[in-house]
């Protein structure tokens, strides 16, 4: 008996408030982690066709910009109901083009709903000011500054694959609230989620140009969407060596950028270490550890090393492992490449003497959790980011020595301290070189208001809600000469 052929769905690219087929005629064929088929086809947009993009956007933004604040509002705030309606369709495209469980899929879309709504409210509370000539000594009282913040023109926003639509709408919705048109390059393996989430947006009423989906290869057409000279503004989450060629190539541009991490947790000696473990546990393996936030490295003292890996190797050995369908933990990763990367890191660390207490196993992409003690700075695993289900443990012999193996690092997200003592913990804080420090906690984005950003290798700028939105305006001062 025959199979029957099920048609892979073609997905359009969107411009100009229409649904397009690329006159290119090619379609990318997107892959699901861990189902061995097709999920969709994405456009393989022209060079050609981006300039359309660019010129419907800038023509378009001019009225965009014109909008008042409640009228622009309107429509953000409808295209959070959308989203709410659509979450299940969304969520169900979620999990199988990148691998996250169904529920997670829904507390994505969900949380991008509120990060919406909450971005609407956070851009009405944003003042201009005035400024009176004769507060500075010599001045003029003839003289009033009025001070106001103004939209860049057109945002081009890149996001990736792990938060498919989180990630972009929070790149999206600040750009629109501020009174920017969007150009919107989604991670092509993520490209059939965001398609979904700008369905939703289309949805919404929103007027043609200001918001325009171009899907393809970043190999085809990244450079030439970051150096095109119709783009005003670029908002980048990715890798740190994308990010860094981005930088050179995106000249006097501004740019916000989130890039990788080696995010570390130091495990104090006077540490709760139940605690400790099952931060550590949930922040290095959720999703697989795809997450730019992961912890990826445990800087234990010696004097507990023992006791808090022996908690580690229990929890790690109770994870859930398998396809998304079934709610595990530990998922697939997003393709080949990733699960070979990850599978690299393991054997060199073995190879030079670490010891494998549990996981190293490999199925396909699925990389089974994995412990490895006795990790020294020699070893790759101990700077490279790994961004999957592995955490090593560096022993250390004091604070000092682990705040600079912390910071020996050429990343600088953030940095987890597990410590009964507060007043070691800030003064802890106060010498790591990174964006952020928990205390007591796992690393991780959020709650969206406030402010993200990482140092050295893993990004400039500042994101977080109130952040978004200054960096995607500019200040302009207005001179009213009174006499």
Known sequence: MTPSIVATREYKFFMDGEWRESRSGETIDIHSPYLPEVIGKVQAVSRVEVDEAIEAAHLAQIKWADKSLQERSAYLYKWADELVHMQDEIAETIMKEVGKTLADAKKEVVRTADFI????????????????????????????AIVERVPLGVVLAISPFNYPVNLSAAKIAPALIAGNAVIFKPATQG??????????LHKAGLPNGIINLITGRGSDIGDYLVEHPGINMISFTGGTKTGKNLAKKSAMVPLVMELGGKDPAIVREDADLYEAANHIISGAFSYSGQRCTAIKRVLVHENVADELVKQLRVEVENLTVGSPEDGNTVVPLIDTKSADFVEGLIKDAARQGAEVLTGNKREGNLIYPTLIDYVNTEMRIAWEEPFGPV?????????????????????????????????????????IETGSVQ???????GPDHFPFLGVKGSGMGVQGIRKSIDSMTREKVIVLNLS
């Not at 490209?191 to 939703?200: D, H, R």
């Not at 205390?439 to 984005?445: H, L, T, V």
């Open 439 to 445: 205390i007591n906690g796992r690393s991780e984005r």
């Open 191 to 200: 490209a059939l989620s965001g398609t979904k989430m700008i369905q939703a």
């Open 391 to 431: 955490l090593p443990i560096i022993r250390c012999t004091s604070d000092e020595e682990a705040v600079n193996i912390a910071n020996k690092s050429e990343y600088g997200l953030q940095t987890s301290i597990f410590t009964r003592d507060i007043n070691k913990a800030f003064a802890l804080a106060s010498k």
């Open 117 to 144: 709504r909450y971005t609407v409210g956070e851009a009405q509370h944003i003042n201009g000011e005035s400024m009176r000539g004769d507060n500075f000594p010599g001045g003029s009282k003839s003289k009033l």
